[in-house]
């Protein structure tokens, strides 16, 4: 009788859990889907047209963006919808995203040399000449301004570029789409490689001719990393594996064991770690796309909870000023992708509930979010801040999250995933 019993009550909790697997499982599908809804509700133009998603919308109360966001399409943010919309079945929106990113590498009106901008004018794009960059005039000096930062070339921005194309390129064979994915890696290579050390400066920045910036960053030697390995896989002897160890080397320089945590990346002109601050992407980033590093999961995760985490969230430092959703949305993907996904639920919460009406996810839960970052290598101050507008790049991480798509790998190596 006792036996019957344990094998009743046995068999209903399996039950249970099975059944609530597949309502979490239907619920993150679901999220995707309108989060991928709402990106598509923003696209405008013709069917094929190439396309550039603005990073930024206005809040809800419909007050004004800051004139430099009003037209601005941060590379990293677009780079992040294509693979989102990929991962939703989206395969139209997304080849117009990918397609603006191809046009950028041979309508740049000034460089012909493989980068890509930080920034391009957000809409619709006309293939009829240069690819157009963001900015604003202005009544008060009587002159077209453009931000120094979004019309420079960041590593990590363009390398995302890469990671973007060599999905687009996985999900349609184009040739064109591997073809610019190897011309922006070649750039980075060629242009921001340390000649002297392990890893990638941070890129350039400013106008043309634009000044080289003299830190490495751990984020973007890891995003190196990935495009190249990426690449390797599909061209084992196009040498990518030695550009990919290059980045790899940094990233074990930047290797904190007593803390078990990763720096954020190096002082300005040294090789010596930045120990003043911590970046939330350089610790979740690394422990998916490096094979290498899973057996560091929980060590970096436990040390990344104490000291970023917030109620119902992960701030982007570590000063736990506020919840940042795009980090937000990292995490919860961390945590899928190391079998620890009950972490991740409290998170795809805090998500669900942060969804703007006009379809995207905010950038914040607060009005404003400090990062501990500078914009620029000329900053006076840490001005590097992220505010409660519906953000792009923000949604489709989300979507990666709920989706559980590695962003760093190619989808047929989902199930090898570390």
């Not at 992040?80 to 990929?86: N, R, S």
């Not at 619709?124 to 420079?152: R, T």
């Not at 590093?293 to 436990?302: C, D, G, K, Q």
């Not at 009950?342 to 703007?356: D, G, H, K, M, N």
Request: negative net charge; proline residues 6%.
């Amino acid at each position: 009788m006792r036996s019957s019993i344990r094998a009743f009550l046995t068999a209903a909790v399996l039950a249970y859990w099975i059944h609530a697997a597949w309502a979490g499982k239907e619920r993150h599908v679901q999220l995707a889907a309108r989060l991928c809804a709402g990106l598509v509700a923003h696209m405008s133009g013709e069917p094929a047209q190439p396309f550039v998603f603005r990073s930024y919308e206005p809040p809800d109360n419909a007050s004004p963006l800051h004139p430099a966001l009003e037209n601005a399409g941060f590379t990293y943010d677009n780079a992040l919808a294509v693979m989102a919309l990929y991962a939703c079945g989206r395969k139209p929106e997304a080849g117009r995203v990918a397609d603006a990113l191809v046009l950028a590498l041979k309508a740049d009106r000034f460089y012909h040399d493989g980068r890509l901008r930080n920034a391009y004018r957000a809409g619709p794009v006309q293939d009829n000449g240069s690819m157009l960059l963001p900015g604003y005039w202005s009544s008060v000096s009587k002159s077209w301004i453009e931000d120094d930062y979004q019309v420079g070339s960041a590593t990590g921005s363009t390398a995302w570029g890469a990671l973007a194309l060599l999905t687009a390129y996985e999900q349609t064979g184009r040739a064109p789409y591997l073809d610019a994915a190897r011309t922006i890696m070649n750039w980075i290579h060629r242009s921001t490689a340390d000649p002297q050390a392990p890893g990638y400066f941070g890129g350039f920045f400013g106008q043309e001719p634009s000044e080289r910036i003299g830190w490495k960053s751990t984020e973007h030697n890891l995003d190196v990393y990935a495009a190249d390995r990426w690449l390797a896989a599909l061209d084992p002897m196009g040498g990518w594996t030695h550009h990919a160890e290059k980045a790899h080397a940094f990233l074990e320089a930047m290797w904190d064991f007593d803390d078990g945590r990763f720096f954020v990346g190096s002082l300005p002109d040294s090789d010596a770690p930045n120990t003043s601050m911590s970046g939330l992407d350089a610790e979740l980033w690394p422990l998916i796309a490096v094979p290498a590093y899973a057996f560091r999961r929980a060590r970096v995760l436990e040390w990344t909870k104490r000291n970023h985490g917030v109620d119902g969230g992960f701030d982007f430092n570590n000063d736990r000023d506020g919840i940042w959703l795009e980090g937000t949305a990292q995490a919860a993907l961390v945590f899928r992708l190391s079998g620890r996904a009950e972490e991740a639920e409290p998170l795809f919460e805090t998500i669900s509930r942060q969804i703007a009406p006009d379809g995207l996810l905010y950038a914040t839960v607060n009005a404003e979010l400090s990062t501990g970052l500078k914009v620029g290598p000329d900053s006076a101050s840490v001005d590097f801040k992220y505010f409660r507008l519906p953000h792009v790049g923000a949604t489709a991480w989300a979507v990666l999250a709920a989706l559980k798509r590695n962003p760093f790998i190619s989808a047929a190596g989902q199930s090898a995933s570390p």
